[in-house]
C-alpha cells in the first residue's frame, strides 16, 4: 500500500466546499484519491461543533501538531534519564514502557517504539544506544549442538511423561536446568529456571561432570519449600548422569528432553543466552567469582517481563514462596 502525506490545506478547501455541497464522504474520498476512512477521521476530528471549516481545520490540525511535539515524553528529563538508565541495564524497550505503565497504574508513559525511534536517531547514534539493545541470534545447527553422553542416562523419564499442568506454566515450582560451558569445556555454570515466574538461579561449578553437576543442582534449590521443587526438566549432557540422587535428596521428579530438541527448555535457554551477553562463549570461567555471577543473575531477575504482565521475576517469585509458607502455617495449627 502506497503511504500519502497528510492532508494538505488545499484539499481541506476541497473537502468543505464538497461538504458544503451535500457529497457523501465516500464521494469525496474517490475525488481526492484517499480512503473513506481518512476523509472520515478529518471531519471527525477538525470540525468546530459540528461543521467542517477548512481554515478552523487547519489551525486544529495545526496546533494539534505542534502539541504532540511539545508532549514528546523523552523531553521529559525524568523519564529520558530512566529510559537511558534501564537501557544500559539491559531491559528493552517493551519492558521499559511496559514498567513505566505499571508505575503509573496502567496509564501509558512512552511507547517501546518512541524509544526505539530515538535509539536509532542520530542522537541515539551519537551516544550509540543500539549497543544495549539485545542481537538476534543465530540458528541453531545440529552440528553445533553439545555431545550426548554416550554412556547413557540410567532410569531417565521422558519430557512426554511429565505431567500436562508443567506446559501451561500456571502451577508454581516447575524448573528447567542446564550447563553454561566456559573456555574449553572445563568449567561451567548449572542454572535453574522456574517456568511460571521466570525466575533464574545459577552456580559455578569447577568441573562439567555428573558429581559437580547434581550437587550444584541440589544446593540451588534446596533452600526453597518441597512445594515449590516438583519437577526438573534437564537435558542430556553428561552433568545430569546423576539424576538419581536429586530425586533422594530433594523428592523431585526428573524429566529429560529429546536430543537436539532445546526449545523444549525454552525459557532455560533464553535466559542462559541473557548471561551470555554478559558472558560471551569461550569466556575464561576462572576469573569470574560466585559473588560477581550473583549480581548478573540478580539484575537478570529484576527486569520486568511482557509475560509476568510487567512485573519482575523476582517480585513474582517471591510472592509464590510467601504464599506457600503462609499456606504451610496454617496447615501446620
Not at 164 to 169: D, F, G, N, Q
Not at 183 to 194: N, P, R, V, W, Y
Request: hydrophobic fraction near 30%.
Amino acid at each position: 500500500m502506497i503511504k500519502k502525506p497528510k492532508i494538505s490545506p488545499s484539499e481541506r478547501d476541497e473537502i468543505a466546499s464538497l461538504i458544503a455541497g451535500g457529497t457523501s464522504l465516500r464521494k469525496i474520498a474517490f475525488v481526492l484519491g484517499r480512503s473513506v476512512s481518512s476523509i472520515s477521521q478529518e471531519v471527525r476530528r477538525n470540525s468546530v461543533q459540528g461543521e467542517y471549516h477548512s481554515l478552523a481545520a487547519q489551525q486544529l490540525s495545526s496546533r494539534r501538531n505542534i502539541q504532540s511535539r511539545k508532549s514528546n515524553p523523552l523531553k521529559n528529563s525524568k523519564i529520558f534519564s530512566y529510559v537511558i538508565d534501564k537501557l544500559r541495564c539491559g531491559w528493552s524497550p517493551e519492558q521499559i514502557s511496559g514498567r513505566l505503565k505499571r508505575n503509573n497504574k496502567g496509564k501509558s508513559v512512552i511507547c517501546f517504539e518512541t524509544i526505539y525511534r530515538y535509539i536509532y536517531s542520530e542522537a541515539g547514534k551519537e551516544k550509540n544506544l543500539s549497543q544495549y539493545l539485545v542481537k538476534h541470534h543465530y540458528k541453531r545447527r545440529k552440528w553445533h549442538s553439545r555431545y550426548l553422553y554416550q554412556r547413557g542416562i540410567a532410569n531417565k523419564v521422558n519430557i512426554k511423561l511429565r505431567p500436562k499442568e508443567v506446559e501451561k506454566r500456571k502451577i508454581f515450582g516447575h524448573w528447567e536446568g542446564d550447563t553454561v560451558e566456559g573456555k574449553a569445556h572445563q568449567m561451567g555454570i548449572q542454572t535453574m529456571l522456574e517456568r511460571k515466574t521466570r525466575y533464574y538461579l545459577a552456580k559455578m561449578i569447577t568441573v562439567i561432570d555428573s558429581e559437580y553437576g547434581v550437587r550444584a543442582q541440589r544446593d540451588l534449590l534446596q533452600g526453597f519449600p518441597c512445594k515449590a521443587r516438583k519437577t526438573l526438566t534437564l537435558d542430556n549432557g553428561k552433568e545430569n548422569y546423576n539424576h538419581n540422587k536429586l530425586q533422594e535428596w530433594l523428592g523431585i521428579k526428573t524429566y529429560f528432553c529429546d536430543p537436539y530438541c532445546a526449545w523444549q527448555r525454552g525459557a532455560n535457554e533464553y535466559h542462559n543466552g541473557v548471561l551470555r551477553r554478559y558472558i560471551p562463549k569461550k569466556a575464561d570461567l576462572t576469573n569470574l567469582s560466585q559473588e560477581d555471577l550473583n549480581s548478573i543473575v540478580l539484575e537478570i531477575n529484576q527486569r520486568p517481563r511482557k509475560c509476568l504482565f510487567y512485573q519482575t521475576p523476582q517480585e513474582v517469585f517471591t510472592k509464590e514462596i510467601r504464599t506457600l509458607k503462609i499456606q504451610e502455617c496454617s496447615d501446620s495449627t
